[in-house]
């Protein structure tokens, strides 16, 4: 009778290193892969947010509108404010709208807020009252008069205005101020705060539809 051999003590445990090792690297692997995942769905997200803010931003734009007795746009250096036109299915309505920064316990986010629909002067000026107020965190962010919706992380902002075929900052615009006149063009420009999706400075410029812009 012939004896039969097994593996030795050495083998079965050079074979058990062997399967570790490659039990780890297959565990790495498809770890890797979920962080490559669930950072790619970061940023789509983050980039839809970004393309329906700024959807949101230029069609508020789109819509300003010029009233008799009202202000049309006005930037104090953190706060914008806007009176847009509307419509219900009835009668005409104007809506006063701000955007801001708001800060909370997660760090800072930009935000818009959107007053009822108006339809009298003394209600617009309640209204844009009311949109400075929200800005310096005075009473409820929706309430009988408007609503806020938190937008985006957002750092720090600054708006330009195009007039006379030059940007100049919006900061203490008299002469729209005193005109009621809408700039030719408005820069936008967002610092977006350091994470796994998009950081740096983003700027966005939208031009008025009717402005006349000289050839240079």
Not at 27 to 40: D, F, L, S, T, V
Not at 50 to 58: E, I, P, R, V
Not at 134 to 154: F, I, K, N, Y
């Amino acid at each position: 009778m012939q004896r039969q051999r097994g593996f030795t003590l050495i083998e079965v445990m050079v074979a058990i290193v062997v399967m570790a090792m490659l039990a780890l690297m297959s565990w790495r692997g498809i770890e890797g892969m979920a962080r490559a995942q669930e950072h790619n769905r970061a940023r789509g997200d983050a980039v839809l947010t970004l393309q329906t803010t700024l959807s949101q931003w230029s069609a508020d734009l789109d819509a300003m509108t010029t009233l008799a007795g009202t202000r049309t746009i006005d930037w104090d250096g953190r706060l914008l404010r806007i009176t847009r036109r509307g419509a219900d299915d009835l009668r005409p309505v104007v809506y006063v709208v701000a955007w801001t920064l708001r800060t909370g316990a997660d760090g800072a986010h930009w935000s818009r807020w959107q007053s009822a629909a108006l339809t009298r002067r003394d209600e617009w000026q309640a209204a844009w009252t009311r949109a400075a107020g929200w800005a310096q965190g005075d009473g409820a962010a929706d309430d009988v008069l408007g609503a806020e919706v938190t937008l985006m992380p957002v750092d720090s902002w600054q708006l330009y205005y195009f007039r006379n075929n030059i940007w100049s900052p919006a900061v203490g615009a008299d002469v729209l101020a005193s005109a009621n006149a809408l700039p030719d063009g408005v820069r936008l420009v967002l610092n977006l705060p350091p994470g796994p999706a998009l950081t740096g400075l983003l700027s966005r410029d939208w031009v008025r539809p009717n402005a006349i812009i000289p050839k240079t």
